[in-house]
């Protein structure tokens, strides 16, 4: 009632003193035109993803008999994830157990290949005495191999056909067994051994709720 | 309340008037012509368009818009991303950069790819292939301006091919919801705009089922007609069985010329059981011919017209993907060659 009352009441204009009015200096403001487009093609701007995600995949892979030619390889695989670089808490830190025999077919450009094993081991057991960092509570760590974010990782005890291309210096991965050779990972080949090294930096959306 | 609305009305004066004006009648549709324009050619080449739309536009555009890519323009993503309908492994690009070449991508596409191939294409046995895949995207790429890919919605498709020297059967099916354009994908003036179903079928049996609505962007029927909506099904007549009618299609197909007027060309129903709209039994013959009606009026009946379908039939009606196309890995899309 008190608001329609006032409603219908004449209004008496407050009276607000305003701040003192500072120098006022014109500035150069370019007139937009219709008719040209802003040419913004060459200013480079990138935008930054909130998150990163460090992907480190590297390990030792022993080929066998020496000088070759090779038909059993063994050695480690191991995968690494780290959010935003913290390497202290790695969110992935799995390693592979690896094992292969040779393969008949390769791809056009390799020059030895193998059907791998990929066997997931169980972490290392710190020795006595050793400290041991926990992990606090916010940070979060992938419980198993299937939590880690690296598109197409191989499962435990899956098979994979990978070929070593010595010109590339490249892996490559029969793709699920098509046929379709694709380039899996950069390896270096020195005294009959594979060095693979694969480090990529990219955007990460987070683990999720769960 | 009542002396509320006393008081409320004691505030302002208001008088109402309200004016009657004589009715006027609205004047009568004049029908659009289609002097010039071989109908039945018309609908003939609106399939043969549809075959076109599906998923693999947006997947090789998408494909050879990252062949330009610098190192983090665009940025790959994993992880979580709830705002994206798309499985967890999805490959992403996201970004909002330009490369200081003229090179810029805006947005993000997602795409996940799987495939399943066993047999020798050598053999008797033949060679099998399982293909799907599944994209969505809001993006934008363009070199100096000029938009060489875009890709708003989703899309899907899968491939289930059999194939040997004495035999081939696919079937092929896709969806896509949104709109794909860009010199990469299309090619010029080729884009459209489309929530679109397609089931084909090729090799030892041919045929085609679509549903759903296309415009496309540049491109003119007879250069007319720029928009198709169906729920067709279309059987090659050599691959009729005895039951079959080898001379006409089931469903009907509408295209739209440049002034919103849809022409839609009704043919048998779909289903023997689904005849209610088929109120005269002389147009749910196999006669090879529809019924040509305009759209939104009172049975504005042109006719019977009679397409000749039988030119759909050959090898690129469907633009069939490869098995390699299914393939797109992370590891290519950051490094490629």
């Given at each position: 009632?008190?608001?329609?009352?006032?409603?219908?009441?004449?209004?008496?204009?407050?009276?607000?003193?305003?701040?003192?009015?500072?120098?006022?200096?014109?500035?150069?403001?370019?007139?937009?035109?219709?008719?040209?487009?802003?040419?913004?093609?060459?200013?480079?701007?990138?935008?930054?993803?909130?998150?990163?995600?460090?992907?480190?995949?590297?390990?030792?892979?022993?080929?066998?008999?020496?000088?070759?030619?090779?038909?059993?390889?063994?050695?480690?695989?191991?995968?690494?994830?780290?959010?935003?670089?913290?390497?202290?808490?790695?969110?992935?830190?799995?390693?592979?157990?690896?094992?292969?025999?040779?393969?008949?077919?390769?791809?056009?450009?390799?020059?030895?290949g193998f059907a791998i094993e990929f066997f997931v081991q169980e972490p290392v057991p710190p020795e006595e005495g050793e400290e041991v960092l926990e992990a606090p509570e916010e940070i979060p760590i992938a419980e198993s191999i299937e939590d880690c974010f690296t598109p197409e990782l191989p499962?435990?005890?899956?098979?994979?056909?990978?070929?070593?291309?010595?010109?590339?210096?490249?892996?490559?991965?029969?793709?699920?067994?098509?046929?379709?050779?694709?380039?899996?990972?950069?390896?270096?080949?020195?005294?009959?051994?594979?060095?693979?090294?694969?480090?990529?930096?990219?955007?990460?959306?987070?683990?999720?709720?769960? | 309340?009542?002396?509320?609305?006393?008081?409320?009305?004691?505030?302002?004066?208001?008088?109402?008037?309200?004016?009657?004006?004589?009715?006027?009648?609205?004047?009568?549709?004049?029908?659009?012509?289609?002097?010039?324009?071989?109908?039945?050619?018309?609908?003939?080449?609106?399939?043969?368009?549809?075959?076109?739309?599906?998923?693999?536009?947006?997947?090789?555009?998408?494909?050879?818009?990252?062949?330009?890519?610098?190192?983090?323009?665009?940025?790959?993503?994993?992880?979580?991303?709830?705002?994206?309908?798309?499985?967890?492994?999805?490959?992403?690009?996201?970004?909002?950069?330009?490369?200081?070449?003229?090179?810029?991508?805006?947005?993000?596409?997602?795409?996940?790819?799987?495939?399943?191939?066993?047999?020798?294409?050598?053999?008797?046995?033949?060679?099998?292939?399982?293909?799907?895949?599944?994209?969505?995207?809001?993006?934008?790429?363009?070199?100096?301006?000029?938009?060489?890919?875009?890709?708003?919605?989703?899309?899907?498709?899968?491939?289930?091919?059999?194939?040997?020297?004495?035999?081939?059967?696919?079937?092929?099916?896709?969806?896509?919801?949104?709109?794909?354009?860009?010199?990469?994908?299309?090619?010029?003036?080729?884009?459209?705009?489309?929530?679109?179903?397609?089931?084909?079928?090729?090799?030892?049996?041919?045929?085609?089922?679509?549903?759903?609505?296309?415009?496309?962007?540049?491109?003119?029927?007879?250069?007319?007609?720029?928009?198709?909506?169906?729920?067709?099904?279309?059987?090659?007549?050599?691959?009729?069985?005895?039951?079959?009618?080898?001379?006409?299609?089931?469903g009907w197909i509408g295209i739209r010329d440049e002034r919103a007027y849809w022409y839609d060309l009704v043919f048998m129903p779909m289903d023997a059981e689904d005849d209610a709209g088929y109120e005269d039994d002389d147009r749910s013959v196999c006669d090879g011919c529809g019924t040509l009606?305009?759209?939104?009026?009172?049975?504005?009946?042109?006719?019977?017209?009679?397409?000749?379908?039988?030119?759909?039939?050959?090898?690129?009606?469907?633009?069939?993907?490869?098995?390699?196309?299914?393939?797109?890995?992370?590891?290519?899309?950051?490094?490629?060659?």
């Amino acid at each position: 009632m008190f608001w329609i009352l006032l409603a219908c009441t004449e209004k008496t204009a407050e009276v607000v003193e305003l701040p003192e009015e500072e120098e006022y200096i014109e500035e150069e403001v370019a007139e937009p035109s219709f008719e040209d487009a802003p040419n913004t093609e060459d200013v480079v701007f990138d935008e930054v993803p909130p998150q990163m995600l460090h992907l480190v995949h590297s390990g030792i892979w022993n080929l066998a008999p020496i000088a070759g030619p090779y038909t059993t390889m063994f050695g480690e695989l191991n995968i690494q994830e780290q959010i935003n670089g913290n390497g202290i808490f790695p969110y992935c830190d799995f390693t592979f157990a690896v094992t292969g025999h040779e393969i008949d077919s390769l791809c056009p450009t390799c020059d030895f290949g193998f059907a791998i094993e990929f066997f997931v081991q169980e972490p290392v057991p710190p020795e006595e005495g050793e400290e041991v960092l926990e992990a606090p509570e916010e940070i979060p760590i992938a419980e198993s191999i299937e939590d880690c974010f690296t598109p197409e990782l191989p499962d435990h005890q899956e098979t994979r056909v990978l070929a070593y291309s010595i010109a590339d210096e490249m892996l490559y991965f029969d793709y699920f067994n098509t046929g379709i050779w694709v380039p899996w990972y950069p390896a270096t080949f020195i005294h009959d051994t594979l060095e693979v090294y694969y480090y990529e930096e990219i955007g990460f959306y987070g683990v999720g709720d769960d | 309340m009542i002396s509320l609305f006393v008081l409320l009305y004691g505030c302002e004066e208001k008088v109402d008037t309200v004016t009657v004006e004589a009715y006027v009648p609205p004047e009568d549709l004049e029908l659009p012509s289609l002097d010039g324009i071989d109908i039945g050619a018309a609908f003939t080449e609106a399939i043969t368009m549809v075959g076109k739309v599906q998923l693999n536009p947006a997947w090789q555009g998408n494909r050879e818009a990252l062949s330009y890519k610098r190192p983090t323009c665009p940025d790959l993503y994993v992880g979580e991303n709830d705002d994206m309908d798309m499985p967890a492994d999805a490959v992403v690009w996201q970004d909002f950069c330009n490369t200081g070449t003229g090179l810029s991508y805006s947005g993000f596409t997602a795409w996940t790819g799987r495939l399943e191939r066993s047999g020798d294409i050598e053999s008797e046995v033949g060679e099998i292939i399982n293909g799907t895949r599944q994209m969505s995207g809001q993006a934008v790429v363009s070199v100096n301006g000029e938009t060489i890919y875009e890709f708003k919605g989703v899309g899907e498709d899968s491939l289930y091919r059999v194939q040997s020297p004495t035999y081939d059967r696919w079937t092929y099916a896709t969806t896509i919801n949104g709109m794909i354009r860009g010199t990469e994908s299309t090619g010029l003036n080729s884009g459209f705009r489309s929530d679109l179903y397609i089931y084909a079928t090729g090799g030892d049996t041919r045929s085609l089922e679509s549903r759903g609505n296309v415009f496309w962007t540049s491109h003119r029927i007879q250069d007319r007609f720029d928009s198709a909506a169906m729920d067709i099904y279309l059987l090659d007549p050599s691959s009729a069985g005895p039951d079959d009618c080898a001379l006409e299609p089931k469903g009907w197909i509408g295209i739209r010329d440049e002034r919103a007027y849809w022409y839609d060309l009704v043919f048998m129903p779909m289903d023997a059981e689904d005849d209610a709209g088929y109120e005269d039994d002389d147009r749910s013959v196999c006669d090879g011919c529809g019924t040509l009606y305009l759209r939104g009026t009172e049975t504005i009946d042109y006719g019977q017209v009679c397409p000749d379908f039988s030119s759909i039939w050959t090898e690129t009606l469907i633009d069939l993907p490869q098995a390699e196309d299914f393939i797109f890995t992370f590891q290519q899309a950051q490094h490629p060659q």
